[in-house]
């Protein structure tokens, strides 16, 4: 079904590219409201999001109302320097309409009018010529012709030109300036976030502590959790717990949650924790900001290049998981063998689950603890029992034989076998996600672009102001006092236009069907062609058949003449006491030709077996001429 989606898809772009975009943009109320292209998303449709008409819809709403040429470097460097945004250039049509340059459909430039409605309907899909002559048939393109504007200072408002207050407001209402400012953002909340925990890090006791940086970290955590609470509640589905599940759906909002929780853990530490115990604050928030740093990968996915390598990095850490699961077998089947005979009779403590896990844990990294293996360990360490029973950490491993025997074993099977195993599952996953980083880059990408059409204009912590504002729209909707937000990935239609569009899809699907009949005609015809072949071989054996029959039949009577003549002189040999040995050379030649005589086939069971192949040819081309009436 994702195929032929795929294929009518096709029809309709190359009918016509803006009616294809409203086409994968409008709401359906058979899908709850929802569009084709954020439907993709939710089903995971990797097939239908690669196509064409897909990712150019994504594109013109990842560049907003800017020209499509303008590169991604070009909108860094207008963030960095703001006075950059006089050489920028926007689209008029987006501009003008206020979205990414699509307006609705017109009865004048529709892609499918009722005079081309009642030619796609009368058209014989029999007499439809191949695929590339169909394009010269089918109305012609309404793309609009791009047409730029600049900012100006002065003159602003003749033709061509745009005020620097309105550029400033459309460069950064787009998508890719949110994505570039939000980079630029959290760049300086990893700076903040390191440098007081570099620097700056104290019980709530002592003197500037918590530090006004610390301070400002917590705020920002709190925007962005706020943020992550106002896109579950901006899902489509009604149901809350629908969406909590579409939002958990996606690995990096399961990511965000657990680094939030850390977050908030390591607060409630600080406040909770004496100093004696602060050593455990500062872990937790160590471990907060490596996740913080490990958040940024998600911007890659907006480059082609490196998207599908943060992908690969994701789903080797599945393929981890589950290796891991194997090697604490070994792990713990080595480790505990070891501990029984390096550390007999030990005492019950928690010393026990180190020792059992420490040694064959760093042996897989070639970390091997001879000394302790053979030696019986040197250094501090004792074997009075007197005193590692009260510091079990300081007793002595003793010398056992068996020890180095069980670690080469050990080796074998970690070092060469299990490693060799893991690699092979890695190299597995990277090539499945290489030969389709095209086609996975262009899936991931609707989400990353929806999130970020989506997103405030403004970023943390500051992004405070647009959430304050966006409640109160929401407030004055309530009272019906407020308008409608215009939204690029679902657009409401009116119903002449979405007849216009559902009658341009009926066509591109007819298209679709017409010429699937055709293939499928050719193919039928083939297999017609390829079985008169087949008939052609079986005739040329039957004459084959017949021509060896004549000869075998031949050979037969040659063979009974040489036969009667063999015997003739045989008998006589014998009712006259004539030599034994000649007697016994006839008696086995006359056996020789009896034995080619009866091992050759005879003509019945040969034209039998021609029969069955006959039958079988004829009933092939029964069916193939049945299918072809269809």
């Known amino acids: 079904m994702e195929l032929v989606s795929k294929a009518v898809l096709d029809e309709c772009y190359i009918r016509s590219r803006n009616d ?15 569009t084709c292209l954020l439907h993709t998303d939710r089903q995971h449709l990797m097939e239908f999001a690669e196509h064409s008409a897909c990712q150019t819809k994504l594109s013109n709403i990842w560049k907003g109302c800017l020209s499509q040429h303008t590169s991604e470097l070009k909108v860094f460097m207008t963030l960095v320097f703001p006075f950059l945004i006089l050489f920028m250039k926007f689209d008029k049509n987006k501009s003008r309409t206020g979205d990414d340059g699509e307006d609705e459909l017109e009865d004048t430039d529709s892609g499918v009018n009722s005079q081309q409605q009642n030619q796609v309907d009368e058209v014989d899909p029999t007499a439809m010529t191949p695929r590339f002559t169909q394009a010269q048939n089918l109305p012609k393109d309404n793309t609009k012709r791009t047409v730029f504007k600049e ?11 745009m005020n620097p207050i309105r550029a400033f407001y459309t460069f950064y209402k787009a998508p890719v300036t949110k994505f ?35 301070i400002m970290v917590w705020i920002w955590f709190l925007t962005m959790v706020t943020e992550e609470f106002r896109q579950v509640m901006i899902r489509d589905q009604r149901s809350l717990k629908y969406k ?71 789903k080797m850490l599945t393929d981890l ?23 007999p009779n030990s005492p019950v403590s928690w010393t026990i689950l180190k020792n059992v896990l420490y040694y064959p844990y760093f042996q897989i990294y070639g970390e091997l603890f001879i000394e302790d293996l053979e030696k019986g360990g040197e250094g501090d360490c004792t074997t009075n029992e007197t005193i590692w029973r009260d510091d079990p950490s300081k007793r002595c ?46 899936f991931y990408r609707i989400s990353l672009v929806s999130e970020y059409f989506d997103r405030p204009t403004l970023v943390p912590p500051i992004i405070v102001i647009n959430h304050l504002w966006r409640l109160m729209r929401y407030c004055l909707a309530i009272k019906g006092e407020a308008t409608k937000r215009h939204n690029a990935f679902s657009k409401r239609l009116s119903d002449d236009v979405n007849l216009k569009i559902m009658l341009f899809e ?40 017949k021509e ?65 192949q006959m039958k079988e040819v004829t009933t092939l081309l029964q069916t193939l001429v049945a299918q072809k009436q269809q």
């Open 244 to 314: 909590i599940r579409n939002w958990w759906s996606n690995f990096w909002n399961q990511f965000d949650l657990l680094m939030y929780i850390f977050m908030i853990v390591s607060i409630a530490m600080r406040y909770g924790m004496h100093e004696s115990e602060f050593v455990y604050v500062r872990c937790i928030y160590s471990v907060t900001l490596a996740m913080s740093y490990l958040r940024f990968m998600q911007f890659f996915f907006a480059e082609k290049n490196m998207g599908p390598k943060v992908i690969m990095i994701r």
């Open 548 to 612: 060896s029959i004549m000869q075998q039949e031949l050979e037969r009577a040659l063979s009974a003449e040489q036969l009667s003549s063999a015997m003739d002189p045989g008998i006589k040999s014998i009712t006259t006491g004539g030599n034994e040995e000649k007697s016994n050379k006839s008696s086995e030649s006359i056996k020789r030709k009896h034995e080619i005589v009866t091992s050759a086939k005879s003509p019945d069971q040969e034209l039998l077996e021609l029969k069955e």
């Open 321 to 343: 998981m589950f290796f891991f699961l194997i090697l604490m077998v070994f792990l713990l089947s080595f480790g505990v063998a070891y501990h029984v005979n390096m550390f």
């Open 397 to 442: 491993p003793e010398e056992n034989a068996i020890v180095p025997i069980m670690l080469a074993l050990y080796m074998i099977l970690t070092n060469v076998l299990l490693v060799n195993l893991l690699i092979a599952m890695f190299s597995y996953t990277f090539q499945v996600v290489q030969d389709n980083s095209t086609k996975v880059w262009r």
């Open 180 to 214: 570039m400012a939000n980079i630029l953002a959290y760049l300086v909340f990893l700076g903040m976030f390191s440098y007081f925990l570099l620097t700056n890090i104290k019980p709530v006791t002592e003197s500037n502590s918590p530090s006004a940086v610390e």
């Open 506 to 545: 009926k066509a591109a699907m007819d298209m679709y069907l017409a010429s699937s009949s055709i293939r499928e005609s050719m193919l039928l015809d083939k297999r017609v062609a390829t079985t008169a072949d087949r008939l052609d071989t079986v005739m040329g054996d039957l004459q084959r058949i």
């Open 20 to 34: 294809t975009h409203l086409l994968l943009t409008r709401q359906i109320q058979q899908l709850g409201n929802m």
């Open 151 to 161: 900012v100006r200072i002065m003159n602003c408002h003749n033709k061509g030109g």
